[in-house]
């Protein structure tokens, strides 16, 4: 942007778009961060527990409606792609909605002691994975601003004089 030639107005316009830019990729990033972490496994130092795969892989993104907990019981594909899809079209402004789609999701985050509507009898520890991952949320919007700005530059404000 520095052409001296260009007059003050323009140069903030050009700023100011620059800025819009990054707050864009800021949040794109800061989305991004939060489905791979939410699906980080206990293993892996997350607080998802993994066994076949499938809650984890039961992760759905949406700007449009919180995805629904499915009825009964299937196998989830990874859908790691259309999420990274759907982040990476991901207007300011917008809401982005993921949620687990397993039936056995909600029990898995919060617990459940008692028993089901099939008769199952459980007494499940909630493992958070959830809750814990939307509490550290301004801290992962810091570090995601921290990274777009070792990838853009902080870039420089117009000049007053």
Known sequence: MAESNLSFAAQVSEWVQAEKEREA?????AAQMVANNVRRSVAEGGRIP??????????????????RVDEGERQYPDQSGEIELIISNLDI??????????????RMNYGFVGQDSL???????????????????????KEAEAKVRGRFGAGPSPRTS
């Open 50 to 67: 993994v066994d076949t795969g499938n809650l984890k892989n039961s992760l759905m993104a949406s700007t449009s409606t919180m995805p």
């Open 93 to 106: 402004g917008e809401t982005l909605y993921l949620g687990f789609q397993t039936a056995y999701g909600p």
């Open 25 to 29: 990729s800021v949040l794109r990033t």
């Open 119 to 141: 008769g199952r009898v459980y007494n499940q520890q909630g493992f958070g994975f959830v809750d814990a991952e939307a509490q550290t949320w301004p801290q992962t919007v």
